[in-house]
């Protein structure tokens, strides 16, 4: 009988993770050089975590089921980025950022590894920024933040409708970096097979080659797998595209458990309005349906009006607006 352990330090929540990195045996950089660590997957998860292992100084070998790590599923992500930076001073904090959280998630979430989302997500922007992700950005030059998800505070970074593609291309070009220098060997088409425990640990993968088919062995010190999560299991899903959820199986099958399934997310574009072939038009783009409130004249005199200039869209009552996404998509 396998017993579940999330290996989730001691103490009170939000001092757990703070003493736990206090007390953390650590590698010497001069050490570092001699560890070989494999990420499986190169999306957003995958494709920071190979260049940030690399920068500390690790070997990385990076395998991605896709030709180039830029058509991982992250760029279908418009919404935005939560951090509890409170730069709009509408009283954020990183409890507020946790107990939303654990709250959206139908309190099915392990609480304490969604402190530590929340404690990281202000450097997490800040990283972002770094590697030159294109945030929204007030009149002043400040980054933005915009309503999003039904809570009461301002704490979505985004960039236009493209945010998941802008993080992508930003942790990307921190992967490309760390290739020319030559501390992440990259492995683009490769499907992991299996992965190889000893002892209990992950100390490599077989992957299959999709180009040539060839079977591969690869060793490593330590296997990161950020595959993506379930893939199609549920067919019509916005859960994480993965490797049609291989990788996700091939570990479950060496041992791993399932966890946090409130990220189990149920999306309108999943929802088939009439038929199998149109799911994706039953919800307008994400970055339609936020505060900003999209509205057309009620009335066709109104619309020709403004379109011929005899009036401005701020003359229009309230009562003459229609909210159409709103009545559409309550």
Excluded at 78 to 83: C, E, L, P, S, Y
Excluded at 100 to 110: A, F, I
Aim: glycine share 10%; proline share 4%.
């Amino acid at each position: 009988m396998s017993t579940l352990d999330s290996k989730i330090p001691d103490g009170p929540i939000a001092d757990k993770w703070t003493k736990y990195k206090d007390h953390i045996n650590l590698v010497n950089p001069a050490n570092k050089r001699n560890i070989d660590i494999i990420v499986v997957g190169t999306g957003l998860a995958g494709g920071s975590a190979a260049a940030t292992l690399a920068e500390l100084g690790y070997n990385v070998k990076a395998f991605a089921y896709q030709d180039s790590p830029r058509r991982a599923h992250s760029i279908a992500a418009q919404g935005g980025i939560n951090a509890a930076k409170n730069y709009m001073g509408d009283g954020d904090s990183t409890y507020r950022l946790f107990y939303d959280t654990v709250k959206g998630g139908d309190y099915r979430s392990r609480e304490a590894n969604v402190y530590r989302l929340a404690e990281v997500s202000a450097n997490i922007i800040d990283q972002c920024v770094a590697q030159g992700v294109p945030f929204a950005r007030d009149y002043g030059g400040l980054l933005d933040n915009r309503s999003f998800g039904g809570v009461l505070v301002s704490r979505t970074f985004y960039a236009k409708g493209q945010t998941g593609q802008q993080l992508l291309l930003g942790a990307y070009a921190a992967m490309n970096r760390q290739i020319a220098r030559g501390k992440i060997d990259m492995y683009n088409r490769h499907e992991m097979m299996d992965v190889v425990i000893v002892d209990g640990k992950a100390r490599g993968i077989i992957a299959r080659n999709l180009v040539t088919g060839e079977i591969e062995r690869h060793s490593a010190h330590a296997v990161v797998i950020a595959s993506g999560g379930y893939g199609n299991v549920y067919f019509l899903s916005t859960n994480a595209m993965g490797c049609n959820a291989s990788a996700a199986w091939k570990v479950h099958k060496k041992g791993a458990f399932f966890a946090n399934p409130c990220f189990t997310q149920i999306h309108p574009t999943c929802i088939p309005r009439s038929g199998d072939y149109q799911s994706k038009l039953t919800l307008m783009s994400e970055s339609l349906r936020n505060d900003g409130r999209i509205w057309v004249p009620k009335k066709l005199e109104d619309a020709v009006a403004i379109r011929e200039k005899r009036k401005k869209p701020t003359e229009i009552p309230e009562e003459d607006r229609d909210y159409y996404l709103e009545r559409r998509y309550p």
